[in-house]
């Protein structure tokens, strides 16, 4: 586990970092002011960026339209480190790097922040985590001339062949130092062509987005490896279809027979825009597009897409001016156009990694508290959904799994979605059974908060939700592919199985100590989460506060949703669980402090769900209580838990 002092910048840090490799040649003054672009191949219009010196102080700004950010060196003294967030999490942190000021350059020295100036930093480390950069004795030690060039030298030896698709020489790319634009050409077309990612036991990992399963490890000690494949599609590949789909959208129908075709299927909905209803919401504008797998002809895993196809997030901002993306399937037709043709999944599901940390607050569990990783499996039961009203369970098979996972109802109010069984099943379920579990994530990896936390085994009971032990992360592929059919209440199986691609890194519960976490407040902890508090009765709503500060810096990442869930006691009737969640998402706040009212029986989507008044559970004998916050990171949810067990 990390430092507090290293882990304040895990989530500061949003775009890639990287050390300039060049050093003072000339007398003169040396630059007062640092600048540069942050890029995810788009520009990232209002990261945070934070500066750290070797003494430990610091320059904040935000980057603007453009992506360009100008932040006064003025106090600080070299080496530093970089990190820029995006503020709603759409984006993951990414970090740089500057070994020394240069002088007679004039006023300013440019340090870029992109996912590989994020790569570069991450080779400065022997476990692959730029965070440990953040620490002033390390970063110091780490970040010299000599080891930056190193850095970048080996960098630019597995992007040989990329570099010199897109014009630029191996020998003398400089990621950190010089300047681009994020128009899909050069150095930003070779950030369109690579993905860093949490690698399977912590750290990062580069890859090309044409062989996303050929990874690269970015530590210290690893070699350059072979360089990797360049794509077969220009950066710019969808700007016709980018263009056609914003027209669209505005109302011109015509454009949106070319953007969308018409055999379009996206997790059940046949209407892009009722599916995507954020990018297609008045007011919001496209940005940009990520490319996350290019998949060759007949090779896309639903047998719907023969053409070549891609896995994309279409960026987009809201008419509030906040950053996010739409996840869809573009296809190569015959003409040579793109069109948006989506995942073709005929049920609403998804499936996607996460990473919690679970703190137990009463005496008997608290040895237990424990980081855990796994599979979020979303299988939507609203009205809402254009699931099938007669499903009752579902069942999921695939990479990581080593079982067949069961999913029934849950004996609750207040949650849109099945719930994973307690126990392994052998069939479908049958006549409309329900689970008192409360989860939709299956666990695969797990460890302890701290060194002194004991061996933590999963019950027999909880066998449904856990793997038997923790897995060996690497031996599943990234967007692995899951198999999930449904059931109605008699066990027989409704339609064809559907094929679930995971568009997010498979992690290991070592990915939490590249994370920072947000901190509950004390008066929930002790009125709420305590059966001698003051709220331990039932209660219609309840109001949570929560800061975002680390060591008085507003660090920790904003929060999509908070729910609260509370199990019954003993002998209580009914016996239902009562959830309740806050929709989110929360407006970035400049002092880090955060209050939200849940109200019982509010599900995910908003929608009360309780015909009569349904509070929250009191915390008596038998009875447990959750708080769960939620928050995200280029569609891997993080989630932090308070459980008390009475």
């Given at each position: 586990m990390k430092t507090v002092a290293a882990l304040t910048l895990a989530v500061l840090a949003g775009c890639g970092g990287g050390g300039s490799s060049t050093t003072a040649s000339s007398t003169g003054a040396a630059a007062t002011t640092m600048t540069g672009t942050v890029a995810v191949g788009n520009a990232l219009t209002g990261a945070n960026i934070l500066v750290i010196d070797s003494n430990g102080n610091t320059s904040t700004t935000t980057s603007d339209s453009t992506g360009t950010y100008s932040v006064s060196l003025t106090g600080l003294s070299a080496p530093f480190f970089i990190s820029a967030t995006d503020p709603n999490g759409t984006n993951t942190p990414m970090y740089s790097v500057v070994a020394s000021v240069p002088t007679g350059a004039g006023t300013s020295m440019i340090a870029n922040v992109t996912t590989l100036t994020t790569a570069i930093a991450a080779q400065l480390t022997t476990d692959g985590n730029p965070l440990d950069l953040a620490t002033p004795s390390t970063l110091s030690s780490l970040v010299t001339t000599?080891?930056?060039?190193?850095?970048?030298?080996?960098?630019?030896?597995?992007?040989?062949?990329?570099?010199?698709?897109?014009?630029?020489?191996?020998?003398?790319?400089?990621?950190?130092?010089?300047?681009?634009?994020?128009?899909?050409?050069?150095?930003?077309?070779?950030?369109?062509?690579?993905?860093?990612?949490?690698?399977?036991?912590?750290?990062?990992?580069?890859?090309?987005?044409?062989?996303?399963?050929?990874?690269?490890?970015?530590?210290?000690?690893?070699?350059?490896?072979?360089?990797?494949?360049?794509?077969?599609?220009?950066?710019?590949?969808?700007?016709?279809?980018?263009?056609?789909?914003?027209?669209?959208?505005?109302?011109?129908?015509?454009?949106?027979?070319?953007?969308?075709?018409?055999?379009?299927?996206e997790n059940g909905f046949s209407s892009f825009q009722t599916y995507h209803d954020g990018i297609s919401a008045n007011g919001s504008t496209i940005t940009g597009v990520k490319t996350l797998k290019i998949y060759p002809a007949g090779q896309f895993p639903n047998t719907n897409v023969t053409l070549q196809s891609a896995l994309v997030e279409i960026l987009y901002t809201s008419a509030a001016g906040v950053p996010n993306y739409a996840l869809t399937v573009v296809q190569h037709l015959a003409n040579g156009n793109w069109d948006i043709i989506g995942n073709q999944q005929a049920y609403d599901i998804t499936i996607s990694s996460f990473v919690d940390r679970s703190q137990y607050l009463d005496s008997a569990d608290a040895p237990y508290s424990r980081f855990e990783a796994g599979l979020g499996i979303s299988v939507y039961t609203s009205s809402a959904s254009p699931n099938p009203v007669a499903m009752k369970s579902a069942s999921v098979t695939g990479p990581g799994l080593?079982?067949?996972?069961?999913?029934?109802?849950?004996?609750?109010?207040?949650?849109?979605?099945?719930?994973?069984?307690?126990?392994?099943?052998?069939?479908?379920?049958?006549?409309?059974?329900?689970?008192?579990?409360?989860?939709?994530?299956?666990?695969?990896?797990?460890?302890?908060?701290?060194?002194?936390?004991?061996?933590?085994?999963?019950?027999?009971?909880?066998?449904?939700?856990?793997?038997?032990?923790?897995?060996?992360?690497?031996?599943?592929?990234?967007?692995?592919?899951?198999?999930?059919?449904?059931?109605?209440?008699?066990?027989?199986?409704?339609?064809?199985?559907?094929?679930?691609?995971?568009?997010?890194?498979?992690?290991?519960?070592?990915?939490?100590?590249?994370?920072?976490?947000?901190?509950?407040?004390?008066?929930v902890v002790n009125n709420f989460?305590?059966?001698?508090?003051?709220?331990?009765?039932?209660?219609?709503?309840?109001?949570?506060?929560?800061?975002?500060?680390?060591?008085?810096?507003?660090?920790?990442?904003?929060?999509?949703?908070?729910?609260?869930?509370?199990?019954?006691?003993?002998?209580?009737?009914?016996?239902?669980?009562?959830?309740?969640?806050?929709?989110?998402?929360?407006?970035?706040?400049?002092?880090?402090?955060?209050?939200?009212?849940?109200?019982?029986?509010?599900?995910?989507?908003?929608?009360?769900?309780?015909?009569?008044?349904?509070?929250?559970?009191?915390?008596?004998?038998?009875?447990?209580?959750?708080?769960?916050?939620?928050?995200?990171?280029?569609?891997?949810?993080?989630?932090?838990?308070?459980?008390?067990?009475?």
């Open positions: 000599a080891t930056v060039n190193a850095s970048v030298s080996k960098l630019n030896t597995a992007l040989t062949s990329i570099l010199s698709a897109n014009g630029l020489s191996s020998t003398s790319f400089d990621p950190i130092g010089t300047a681009f634009t994020p128009n899909q050409t050069g150095a930003d077309a070779v950030i369109d062509a690579v993905t860093v990612s949490a690698g399977s036991t912590g750290g990062l990992q580069l890859a090309s987005i044409a062989s996303p399963g050929t990874a690269i490890t970015l530590t210290s000690s690893a070699a350059a490896g072979t360089a990797l494949t360049t794509p077969t599609v220009q950066a710019n590949y969808l700007a016709t279809l980018l263009s056609q789909l914003g027209q669209c959208l505005s109302g011109t129908n015509s454009a949106c027979t070319s953007a969308i075709d018409g055999s379009y299927l080593g079982k067949t996972l069961w999913l029934e109802p849950r004996n609750a109010a207040g949650n849109d979605l099945l719930s994973l069984t307690n126990n392994v099943l052998t069939t479908a379920p049958t006549g409309g059974t329900t689970t008192g579990a409360n989860t939709s994530l299956y666990r695969w990896s797990w460890q302890g908060l701290t060194s002194s936390n004991t061996t933590y085994v999963p019950p027999s009971n909880a066998q449904g939700h856990f793997a038997a032990s923790p897995i060996d992360i690497s031996t599943v592929a990234p967007f692995a592919v899951y198999t999930v059919t449904l059931y109605d209440t008699n066990g027989n199986q409704i339609g064809q199985p559907v094929s679930v691609i995971n568009s997010t890194a498979p992690l290991s519960s070592a990915a939490a100590n590249n994370l920072v976490w947000q901190t509950l407040g004390s008066d989460l305590n059966p001698n508090g003051s709220l331990a009765g039932t209660q219609t709503a309840v109001t949570l506060d929560w800061s975002n500060l680390v060591n008085q810096q507003n660090l920790a990442p904003l929060l999509s949703k908070v729910a609260i869930l509370t199990g019954p006691g003993t002998n209580v009737t009914p016996n239902t669980e009562i959830d309740g969640w806050w929709p989110g998402p929360a407006t970035f706040a400049t002092s880090g402090q955060y209050a939200q009212s849940v109200t019982a029986g509010v599900q995910q989507n908003g929608v009360q769900s309780c015909n009569t008044a349904c509070p929250f559970n009191a915390l008596v004998a038998g009875a447990t209580r959750t708080v769960e916050f939620n928050s995200g990171s280029g569609g891997t949810t993080y989630y932090t838990l308070w459980h008390y067990v009475d």
